[in-house]
């Protein structure tokens, strides 16, 4: 699809080769360009690299007016102009807070003028929110028809349920209704699931396409296809006979609420995608010295940790291994993080960041070979985000995540303490994040691509796993080349278990751990302590791992059957899971009930 039918592609693929110096437009860049050339909300959905900026930085560069950016980060901000200007086109930033500062002035001056030279103007969501001065001089732009376009660049922060929800973007959906109603929007982001998504359009108040009067198959097969299938080709074809852009165009309603997609594979190719079960921090940490020193010793890479005393401890651990590492995290002053960003983006006696989720947004090293999580992250989106700092130059890059069910724990306690309301919609979102990511590393089946993808509403052939190019086959699928899973049926085992914690449960607490002691058979001093060694189900699944039947126990909660209540020990600050009889465990004794567990074939 290379159409010259549009007045304005002779123009664009000028600039795009002239200005911006490149060839080939990525996928979906040219239909997205089109679409917002023609006026229409665009919606864009790409994994970090795919292109994103171009989407937007053409079109307003040919555009009659201004397009105004909005964008959550200053650093992003500063770079993106510079990039722009060093190119030659003309872009500049409001970053100060004070409007009478000659950044500000400057570009107030030029934007009262009848034809203003900027072509876009990047600000933060916090300056549109509390500059009066700028919404005013927004309004006179609006009312001579000189705003091209309104680029919301990382959208998912107008959504809470997003990893990186920011409450001035959040005013953002009203913002754009009452100063520049008509004004066509393009919203950016490269995370979305499809509940992030949902929500982004209802916070900017539009919605997907599909009214009467546009042709619903066309935006279907764009959006499903896409979404489900990844399958370009069929997009485009739709693209090729014009049906979609030339009917959406039409149609576009006065209110300016509907929006196209455009959405590529979140598959990331060269990253290979790793789990290991984690008997203890120490033994985690010797491992990844390990690693680092064998396979990446000159390499970039980042360890992300939970909180700031390990970042700190485990950048002192791997210090003293000889391998250059610091410690970044929110308690450490600006100053002091951007000085270590900056020596680790610049190589400089630093090669290994051990930071907590703080170092995020706006990590835009290309060479990052690994990305190691020493604990469960707090959902398997942030995981996604995380484990994509690795790899952004295209090369192999490898992504280990350690986990145990103390990490999953610990958690659930973090949630517990800064959500006091158990019946909220926040807290029972977090209890399900942390739920996701835990059965993405516990399941030992499935390709991890294959699960990740689907959180994002992609169906994945894990075929393409296997048969990676760059051989970066995840450790589920590698296991499976060799080894064989078997489904076993746990019917009798999992009722008997259920059935014996239903009774167990009404006289004492006890933990998820405890309950795979006991399981397993252990003789360990809390179980003759508390005379567990005697109970009926002691030993019971003595031939499994601990680590399966572990597990098979989280099976359970995940699947109801069994659910854990966080309980404060007496006013004290400590707080403790423990094992209940879950919503569903009547269905156990249903007669069709069936409990079918999926073991690795050497285990059996
Ligand atoms: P994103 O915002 O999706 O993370 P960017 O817009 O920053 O990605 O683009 C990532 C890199 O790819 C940038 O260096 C950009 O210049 C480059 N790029 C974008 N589009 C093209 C293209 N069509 N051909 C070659 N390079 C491109």
Not at 39 to 48: D, E, Y
Not at 150 to 156: K, S, T, Y
Not at 360 to 365: S, T, W
Not at 410 to 421: F, G, H, T, V
């Amino acid at each position: 699809f290379r159409s010259t039918e549009y007045e304005h592609t002779d123009e664009m693929l000028t600039i795009f080769r002239n200005s911006f110096g490149l060839k080939h437009f990525r996928p979906q860049q040219f239909e997205a360009v089109n679409a917002a050339l023609l006026g229409i909300n665009v919606f864009i959905l790409m994994p970090t690299g795919g292109g994103k900026s171009l989407c937007y930085q053409l079109p307003a560069v040919i555009s009659k007016g201004v397009t105004f950016v909005i964008s959550p980060l200053k650093s992003l901000i500063i770079d993106q102009v510079q990039k722009l200007n060093a190119l030659g086109l003309s872009a500049c930033h409001m970053l100060s807070d004070a409007d009478s500062s000659a950044e500000c002035d400057n570009v107030y001056k030029e934007l009262v003028k009848q034809e203003p030279k900027y072509k876009l103007v990047y600000i933060t969501p916090e300056k549109l929110n509390n500059s009066s001065k700028l919404r005013n001089v927004v309004m006179n732009l609006y009312n001579r028809g000189m705003i091209a376009r309104l680029v919301i660049d990382e959208a998912h922060c107008v959504s809470q349920w997003g990893h990186d929800f920011r409450t001035d973007y959040k005013k953002i959906g009203e913002l754009r209704f009452t100063l520049m109603p008509n004004v066509p929007c393009m919203l950016l982001t490269a995370t979305a699931t499809p509940r992030v998504r949902n929500d982004i359009l209802m916070q900017m108040k539009l919605s997907v396409s599909e009214t009467a009067s546009v042709n619903k198959s066309a935006f279907k097969s764009a959006f499903v296809t896409n979404v489900q299938n990844n399958q370009m080709n069929k997009l485009e074809t739709k693209l090729n006979n014009r049906h979609y852009m030339s009917v959406s165009m039409n149609s576009l309603p006065a209110n300016n609420q509907q929006c196209v997609f455009f959405m590529q594979s979140f598959n990331r190719e060269n990253l290979q995608y790793q789990v290991e079960y984690k008997t203890s921090n120490a033994a985690a940490l010797e491992k990844i010295s390990d690693l680092i020193k064998s396979k990446y010793a000159n390499k970039s890479g980042i360890v992300y940790c939970i909180s700031r005393n390990e970042c700190e401890q485990v950048s002192e651990y791997l210090r003293k291994k000889q391998i250059k590492a610091l410690p970044y995290h929110a308690g450490m002053d600006d100053q002091k993080r951007q000085q270590i960003q900056h020596k680790w983006t610049n190589n400089i006696d630093c090669k290994v960041v051990c930071a907590t989720i703080a170092f995020g947004m706006g990590i835009d090293k290309p060479d990052v070979q690994y990305v190691i999580h020493l604990s469960l992250p707090k959902s398997l989106e942030g995981y996604y985000q995380e484990s994509g700092r690795a790899g952004r130059d295209g090369s192999k890059a490898l992504c280990v995540l350690f986990y145990n069910n103390q990490d999953r724990q610990r958690w659930l306690r973090i949630i517990s303490a800064e959500i006091k309301n158990k019946n909220s919609i926040a807290y029972e979102t977090h209890v399900d994040n942390v739920r996701r990511v835990a059965q993405y590393c516990d399941n030992q089946t499935d390709c991890r691509r294959a699960q990740i993808l689907e959180y994002f509403g992609e169906i994945f052939n894990r075929e393409k796993c296997i048969r990676s190019k760059m051989n970066t086959i995840c450790d589920n699928c590698k296991l499976l080349e060799t080894k064989k899973s078997k489904s076993i049926d746990m019917t009798e085992k999992v009722k008997f278990i259920c059935n014996s914690i239903k009774h167990i449960c009404l006289r004492e607490d006890i933990t998820l751990l405890h309950l795979a002691d006991i399981l397993k058979g252990s003789f360990n001093s809390k179980i003759v302590e508390k005379n567990h060694h005697t109970l009926e189900f002691h030993s019971k699944m003595d031939q499994f791992k601990k680590c399966d039947i572990e597990r098979l126990l989280r099976k359970l909660v995940f699947s109801g059957y069994l659910k854990e209540e966080l309980k404060v020990i007496k006013s004290s600050e400590i707080v403790a899971c423990y094992v209940r009889p879950g919503p569903k465990i009547s269905e156990i004794f249903a007669r069709n009930f069936k409990f079918e567990f999926e073991l690795i074939e050497d285990e059996i």
